[in-house]
């Protein structure tokens, strides 16, 4: 869905349907947005696992830190 209005966004961040494990994962297909708030906004954001992206910028975090910890661990060795 292209531009969702206010409403539907607010729906989908409050229905419990598109919460996996309690909350802890968010997918919900109709979704196109990577990043999205959690239930509670307070707690920040989210990755929508309904998309391929959303793993492609795991993985790119993770690679991203692999990297800072190998250059740490290759500067005291």
Known sequence: MQNPNKETLEDWRKN???????????????????LVDKQNPNYGTTLNFAHKKSYLFLFLIFIFFGFILYMINKKTA
């Open 16 to 34: 419990p349907k598109y919460w996996k494990l309690k909350g802890l994962f968010y997918y919900n297909k109709e979704d196109e947005r990577i």
